[in-house]
Structure formats: structure tokens, C-alpha cells
């Protein structure tokens, strides 16, 4: 499967976006899908996940009461909405597709990834 993330920009702190990632070759609609980003000298960090049909949910810390994840199986196309934007989101944002029915927090449970989107939020 081929995952294309896109929805990124350059936004002021307080502003929102709304990155989706569109997977082809093969249906998501078993995955369990992933939203990590890694910033400039850091690691990838662990932001959303979403089971296969959308019933378990898990969010980082940091990003808890701002961003949702959802997801829309018959578009394969999973989405990120991002409120309230702050500068320490400014990131490279990937999508995943988890090896199981249900996300994870750990990147390793991933075997498919996307190029990655590009978010910079001004203060």
C-alpha cells in the first residue's frame, strides 16, 4: 500500500489545518492507522491513532483536546485536524498503517509509512 500525506503549510500559532493521508493499492479499511512527527533534530514522536473502524482512539499528551483523528474507509484516506496550533507542532508529519486492526503508540507496530507533510506554525 502506498500512503500520500499532504495538508501541511505555514500557519500562525492559533490557527488549524487538516492533513489527510490517501492510501492506494490496497484498501486501509483492516489497518489500523498512525500519525507520528519528528521535528528538526528530534525523534519521531507518536501523535494519533485510530483503529480499523474508528472505535479506539489514542492521542499524545501534547496534543490531547486539539487534534482529532479520523478516518474515512470508503475513501481509504485517513485525516488529521489540528486546532489551536502551536510552534512546538512545527514538524515533518507521517501517517501510518499498522500491521494490525488497531493502532499503536509505538512505531514499530507500523509497516507502511507516508513521505510526510511538512507543518510550520509560527508564534
Known amino acids: 500500500v502506498q500512503l500520500q500525506a499532504s495538508g501541511g503549510g505555514l500557519v500562525q500559532a492559533g490557527d488549524s489545518l487538516r492533513l489527510s493521508c490517501a492510501a492506494s493499492?490496497?484498501?486501509?479499511?483492516?489497518?489500523?492507522m498512525g500519525w507520528f512527527r519528528q521535528a528538526p533534530g528530534k525523534e519521531r514522536e507518536f501523535v494519533a491513532c485510530?483503529?480499523?473502524?474508528?472505535?479506539?482512539?489514542d492521542y499524545a499528551e501534547s496534543v490531547k483536546g486539539r487534534f482529532t483523528i479520523s478516518r474515512d474507509n470508503a475513501k481509504n484516506t485517513v485525516y488529521l485536524h489540528m486546532n489551536n496550533l502551536k510552534p512546538e507542532d512545527t514538524a515533518v508529519y507521517y501517517c501510518?498503517?499498522?500491521?494490525?486492526?488497531?493502532?499503536?503508540?509505538?512505531?514499530?507496530?507500523?509497516?507502511?509509512w507516508g513521505q510526510g507533510t511538512q507543518v510550520t506554525v509560527s508564534s
Open positions: 485510530i483503529s480499523w473502524r474508528g472505535g479506539t482512539i
Open positions: 493499492g490496497r484498501t486501509i479499511s483492516n489497518n489500523g
Open positions: 501510518a498503517a499498522s500491521r494490525s486492526s488497531y493502532g499503536s503508540r509505538r512505531s514499530g507496530e507500523y509497516n507502511y
